[in-house]
């Protein structure tokens, strides 16, 4: 893909500008699907977060006004406000899509970003899931090129590369040539930013919405000749020596076309840390089989690996957030309660007595040869019975990845404890599997918005 | 000032929510203006830049609509887009207020967010000319912790800084207490960006545009009750620390309200690099006097320390960006045309053949005696005869700043060559030297705009 000639901002534009949906394979396009079904439902959940509904009193305050939409709510705005805050509302709670080996969510920054500009101008169904999967390569391979450096340094790495992927994402349903996806690039390389020090509080949000709603203007400037560096990514100035430390610059360029981000790009079933995920899988499945009755319970031992206490063996949280990285939460909630959803992780839920009493009888015991993503749990009861169960994959990892019939589950709980208003939402399910044959893609936000005072 | 348990961003922002009208020292007030005057020359010279003018088309694509008012022209927008446009134009031909020790040009991002605040709620005189000094002064702190690494690795640092600065600034008038100043910086952390390799290209006015932008509502997010971190600038994965290297703490926290950064503040009498300047000096001189006459001209000789040669010996330009660092074009033009305004840096003025031919004649000669900011200027004419010329210190260098009339000049100077439609532009001059006595600061808005279609 790469000629000598090009530099990598070249060439990442230039397969860009000449992707074509007929070579795009099936399963990208269905991946891409996954995503935007993720992206709506954790814009649903996340639509009314205290970060969203101060954002959008702040645009309103400045005489934000449109026609275009925003998931679950019924407020409208102009296109650039829109993308900002639906890329909010989509990660707020960090229960969007994650690319593990960046720990990026990709669909945050670019699909606001092209669902605002569908309300604009005409975009069809395949151009919105081609631009949308395109844009979410150029976020993670560029994501990759300075992983793991950049987001340990502190860089909000959703942020800072996504505003990327939004930018080239518009700028393909835009029509640009590889000179103005380069522009593109440049401009939005002024507004590349993001801290992790920011994370845990509203500000973070201001770094997503930022990324779409930049892109989205980076696009747009560039379409109209707003020019900018020949290479902003791997200029000595540019994005990626500023930001990163010797970056790998053929993990942009290398496979463009063949390798593609979206496959390894996975979705969360419960909205806490990933490493938990086995935890509750195997606690979901003692308490379908009565295996843990709560008043019986004498101990329960996790055995998983080294990782798992590390991360998660916090047995006195005591806030929501805390909580979405307790392993001792996690357990109580999930035998109390069954599948944990938002609620399962909020100061409240933290501090039930019930939930708090029986965190205290689980404890964390390292497995060397225990599989990073999977879990033995021991539950001890007071008569001196013990269960185990073992979970090898858990859910929502690369190797079992949540099923679409999952992910539709998913959606519909949020859409349920968070939007009930939405009334049509569920069509939506639909609307994105059938994407390709849509001519405006701009309809899904028909769906999005509420029906119900 | 600081208290040990306090951090710095709460030691800043502590500040900032303590200062006091009655206790800012005259010549900070009287520094804070001029470069309000210097800004608004800038603007009115770069409000039909093409990089404005597209940003303008852009956001008006977007809906953009509202009461607040641009430098220059008759369009009226929102005020976020008025803060990003204004500063834009400000900044874009690097001709705005200058921070000598930073390279920070800390009006643009700071002055258009209190402009547009203004037509947003009712801002006295002095409420802007504290608040401006306040952003200048936290702008260039952040930058001096941070200097000169931060630049040297590829930032921007009048965006990345400037951001800060703009909403702090906008925080003050908005009557912010220290918790949600703190928001404000932490809001500001999430959108800091901007970078050199963006330099020469429109890219550039979208990281200042933006940061003009991005601290106006930074604030206004903050008066809501948009929170951000405790440390968003000390913290470990905060501003300084992830964009700087071993940040220099006491820059920000020491001395403040006693030593002002404004004061600092120089403007430039030519809207070339700063190292010209002796130059361009000394030939007005040669001219005015008659000892440089063209035809008769065989060498001329720039004796400067070796950092002239390094910076600015470029006989072979071909653009008026890059003519502004050519010492060669310098001496070319200024001889030939006298005082060089912006027309001076033009592609058209570096390719006549009059230019081409003079500045052929100009070599440069190191003198490491020769103190940084001067320049001997020795002409050989082609009957055997000499003429020297010395300047020690140039104009626009701390030791020989612009008068206030010659700031009036360059104001009305610039007026004339790009704005020559807004009539009653010259008003401005005695309505901010009278700021205090103000009561509604937008009023001079009412002065900047066009009065002849």
Redesign the interface.
């Known amino acids: 893909m790469v000629v000598d000639s090009e530099t990598v901002s070249q060439a990442l534009a230039g397969f860009v500008a000449a992707s074509r949906w007929e070579d795009m394979p099936e399963r990208v396009k269905h991946e891409a699907k996954r995503s935007l079904l993720n992206c709506f439902a954790t814009a649903f959940a996340g639509c009314r977060d205290?970060?969203v509904e101060?954002?959008l009193?702040?645009f309103g305050?400045?005489?934000?006004?449109?026609q275009a939409s925003l998931i679950g709510r019924s407020e409208r705005v102009?296109?650039?406000t829109a993308a900002f805050l639906n890329a909010a509302a989509a990660n707020v709670h960090d229960f969007d899509d994650t690319h593990l080996r960046t720990v990026i969510h990709p669909a945050a920054p670019v699909a606001p970003a092209l669902l605002a500009l569908s309300e604009?101008r005409l975009v069809s169904g395949p151009a919105l899931i081609q631009a949308l999967a395109l844009g979410i390569e150029v976020t993670c391979r560029i994501g990759n090129a300075i992983s793991p450096g950049h987001y340990a340094?502190?860089?909000?790495i959703t942020?800072t590369c996504g505003v990327f992927g939004a930018a080239l994402a518009a700028g393909k349903v835009l029509g640009l040539d590889a000179r103005r996806l380069v522009?593109a690039l440049?401009?939005a390389?002024?507004?590349?930013?993001?801290?992790?020090?920011?994370l845990?509080?509203?500000?973070?949000s201001?770094?997503v919405g930022?990324a779409a709603r930049?892109g989205l203007?980076?696009a747009?400037?560039a379409a109209?000749?707003?020019?900018?560096?020949a290479?902003?990514l791997e200029?000595?100035?540019?994005?990626l020596?500023?930001t990163g430390e010797a970056p790998a610059l053929d993990e942009i360029t290398e496979g463009l076309g063949t390798r593609w981000e979206v496959l390894s790009n996975i979705h969360k079933p419960y909205p806490c840390g990933i490493v938990l995920n086995a935890v509750i899988d195997a606690c979901l499945e003692l308490r379908g089989k009565g295996l843990a009755p709560i008043k019986a319970v004498d101990t329960i031992t996790l055995h998983g690996h080294p990782l798992l206490r590390q991360r998660a063996d916090r047995p006195d949280v005591a806030t929501g957030r805390e909580s979405q990285v307790s392993a001792q939460h996690a357990v109580a909630i999930t035998l109390l309660r069954g599948k944990p959803g938002l609620a399962a992780f909020t100061d409240a839920a933290v501090n039930d007595p019930a939930t708090l009493a029986l965190r205290e009888t689980v404890r964390l015991v390292d497995d060397p040869d225990g599989a990073v993503p999977g879990v033995r749990v021991v539950v001890a009861l007071k008569d001196g019975s013990e269960h185990e169960l073992i979970i090898d994959h858990a859910r929502g990892t690369d190797e079992r990845p949540l099923t679409d019939g999952e992910l539709e589950e998913k959606f519909r709980a949020l859409v349920a404890e968070k939007s009930p208003a939405c009334g049509e939402a569920d069509k939506l399910i639909d609307a994105i599997w059938n994407l390709d044959g849509r001519e405006d893609a701009s309809t899904l936000l028909h769906f999005a918005r509420p029906t119900t005072p």
Chains 1, 2 share one sequence.
């Open positions: 205290d970060a101060i954002s009193a702040s305050s400045f005489g934000a006004a449109g102009d296109p650039l604009k340094r502190g860089w909000h942020s522009w440049g401009n390389s002024a507004q590349a930013s993001g801290l992790v020090e920011t845990g509080f509203m500000a973070k201001v770094g930022g930049g203007l980076a747009d400037l109209r000749g707003h020019d900018g560096p290479a902003p200029g000595t100035r540019g994005f020596n500023v």
